[in-house]
């Protein structure tokens, strides 16, 4: 009861200065909203190569991305520095573009003036979880909270998607409708297809790593867990891989940015690195041989490059009851699904992936992410009417 009390008053008091803000003139310009950061910055990208508008990125306080090279005002978005934040609330009232990559509450408290295009860049290129409307945490909310959720999603006027598959979840999980999705792609699948960064990329952590040699490289991306904010218990037997791979591969482990694990690897130096803070998870699935997920949506995009993954669901039937998977999980996912260490070793050593069903699920879930997707989008944004009934339409 006390959290709705302050979220009621935190939205009023952001209601209220968000409405004497909407008194001063609308300008073209584009203000971005940054949690993730990485699909809001190829779609800046694009926007300032293509149109000469000022650029506002509004960074709170849980996004790592730096957003180099952009020519853009990056503001603290963040209630623990005050002046910074009001500025945030007067860019969001005067603004012609908003741009999100997450569910924002305090949309539930702005009423954007016409003329102004709300779009979601949400983060993940597909969903093996449900969210948004169907939840199934919302089943112990209350009914304040759920009319909240209601109204931040009645915001978003366009969401990106990469796929049909996606388009379906966002109109379930969001509310929305068929002319309200933007059939572009994912903005920062783009780089999947860039193999000059790909070169670039591999050849400077192998400067920073000569470790590494030539083995191939294993990226495990465990996905956010509740229980895990303040202590990660890493479930890999790190000495049994190290014992049975160290010869051809290596160990790349990025955690979920939420997580402040504080896990020692010293013992295992020349076999695993902590890539929990680098920035772009793109960027490291380029380099990568073999990737070990769970229920992350990263397999959504690293199956663009056609590549081997594994899925570590050691904790499958609780997480099936907290977090709520899609059905069919087990055989949805391109790959095999293992519950133990020795289970993953025994599928690397004898290569036992179906190749055939990570071509299929990619079809399926990235069909509009072809490399150009942020140009479109912005072409989208900025085009004509007919430009933007072929890109919504089917």
Known sequence: MARELAITAYLF??????NIC?????????????????????????LQNLSNEEIYILKDSSCRYNFDGLKATVIPFDIKHPISYLKSIYHLATAKTILLDTYQGFLASTNFRKGTTCVQLWHA???????????PTNEVRSN?????????????????V????MADSFKESFGLADEQIIRTGIPRSDLLF???????VYNNIKKQFPSIRDRKIILYTPTFRNDALDKY????????????LSDDYVLFIKLHPAVSAGLKYDLYEDFVYDFSNYKDTNELLLITDLLISDYSSIPFEYATLERPMIFFAYDLEEYKITSGLIDHYEDVVPGPVVSSTNEIIRVIQSDAFDYEKI???KQTYSEYSQGHSSDDLVLFLTGTEEQASEKVSV
């Open 144 to 160: 304040r909270a759920l009319k909240r959720f209601k109204s931040v999603y009645s915001r978003f006027d366009y969401s990106v």
């Open 233 to 244: 218990d890493l479930e890999l037997d790190l000495h049994r891989m190290y014992q049975e």
């Open 13 to 18: 008091a952001f209601r209220i200065f968000f």
């Open 125 to 135: 290129g597909g969903a093996l979880k449900r969210f948004g409307l169907e939840d």
């Open 194 to 200: 860039d193999q000059d960064r790909r070169d670039r």
């Open 22 to 46: 909407k008194w001063f003139p609308q300008k073209k310009k584009t203000v971005a909203v940054a949690s993730f950061g990485d699909n809001i910055a190829f779609t800046l990208s694009s």
């Open 162 to 165: 990469g796929s049909e598959k």
């Open 359 to 361: 071509r299929s699920f």
